[in-house]
């Protein structure tokens, strides 16, 4: 076992990640679905939603809460809106579907949005608004999530993460494209401090009497046992803006569950009453909009694209190089990773191997 991060080439973690998915019982195409949402994470330097999360849906899978078969049910349809069950199958192809009729009832009536219920966790959220904007429209996804947020004045975990994504077109090489929880962090990133073996930053974790915490391994074990708390976007309380966040996440919420008739809040943890392992029944909303059905998408673009160069090109402040853009940061980090490779820490090292072994995936030499 090699002691230190290595890089490994993209196609090869690519590959490996749709043969896991593929062994695991998902059909090849729709693996290749999961593995291309993950992939996304990694190629945009976002660690905490790429490979390193393949071992999550490993497990999951193992304790028989994720179904590897997608059932994929239309409940209700209008010419503008679906419901969909995703009956707790895999979330990147519930997903990935339902972004696309939202995308095609927006380009034949101006707008689209699908809710979606008893899904799983879908990976990275800024892939589907992606989706949309590669078509010309404006993207939006939101879902929620197992509970690991307090209220703000609060310290039990009730809200998910529960992100925000919005996607728009724009005249130069890469989108406007936003993507962040609306916690002030989130457990893929307290996972990859972890696995790094480093302290969380104090001010994104509370305990039960509402004070910072930050060893990393105790943080993952007390969120599991609800003793630990994320805290909203914004930090603890209100100074800095802290109910901010909270009320975003209460509207993901809502969005997520309340258009769905799907679960909420404590429901979405994964464990029954009897704190045995249970599918999270996830709930998800998308929504397009067909921006040819207001003005000329070229001009769109080219509007947009004004209001981008002029926020970048605005006064720096002291000793800051640039200032960037929703979407240009990952537009750079993707020409590094596909050269140099995905960087895999000695931890996920483990993780992979005990994936190949246990699958029998032995035609992978990876440099470890």
């Given amino acids: 076992m090699t002691e230190k991060t290595v890089r490994v080439a993209v196609e090869t973690i690519h590959s490996f990640m749709i043969d896991v998915f593929t062994a695991l019982g998902v059909p090849r195409d729709e693996g290749k679905t999961c593995a291309q949402v993950l992939i996304t994470s990694d190629l945009w330097g976002i660690e905490s939603h790429g490979v390193g999360r393949l071992k999550m849906y490993y497990d999951r899978v193992k304790q028989g809460i994720l179904s590897t078969t997608t059932e994929f049910e239309i409940v209700k349809e209008t010419e503008t809106t679906a419901l969909v069950d995703g009956h707790n199958g895999m979330g990147h192809v ?53 509970p ?34 609306t916690s002030i962090t989130q457990r893929g990133k307290i996972e990859v401090l972890d696995r790094a073996e480093k302290p969380t ?125 929703a979407g240009e940061k990952e537009w750079l980090m993707e020409k590094e990773i596909r050269a140099q490779g995905i960087p895999i820490n000695p931890n996920l090292q483990k993780n992979l191997l005990v994936m190949q072994e246990d699958l029998g995936l032995e035609t992978y030499n990876f440099p470890f």
């Fill in 148 to 181: 690991s947020m307090a209220p703000t004045f609060g310290v039990d975990p009730l809200l998910g993460t529960n992100p925000i994504a919005f996607g728009a077109p724009t005249d130069e090489q890469f989108p406007f494209l936003y993507d962040a929880a």
């Fill in 201 to 325: 930053p104090a001010g994104w974790v509370i305990d039960r009497e509402g004070k910072t915490a930050v060893d990393t391994e105790a943080i993952l074990a007390g969120l599991k046992r609800k003793e630990k708390a994320f805290v909203p976007l914004g930090g603890i309380g209100e100074k800095m803006g802290g109910h901010k966040g909270y009320g975003l996440a209460t509207i993901v919420e809502i969005l997520s569950a309340s258009l769905q008739g799907g679960m909420f809040l404590r429901s979405l943890s994964g464990f029954n009453p009897e704190e045995s392992p249970q599918a999270h029944h996830l709930g998800h909303f998308f929504l397009a909009i067909d921006i040819e059905h207001f003005v000329p998408l070229e001009q769109f673009k080219k509007t947009t694209g004004d209001i981008l160069r002029t926020l970048r090109n605005s006064t720096k402040s002291p000793g800051k190089e640039r200032i960037y853009t």
């Fill in 94 to 146: 519930i997903s990935a579907r339902a972004m696309q009729m939202a995308i095609d009832k927006a380009k034949q009536y101006g707008m689209g949005s699908v809710a979606v219920r008893e899904s799983t966790h879908f990976g990275i959220d800024g892939y589907y608004p992606l989706m949309a904007v590669k078509q010309g429209l404006i993207g939006m996804a939101f879902t929620n999530a197992r």
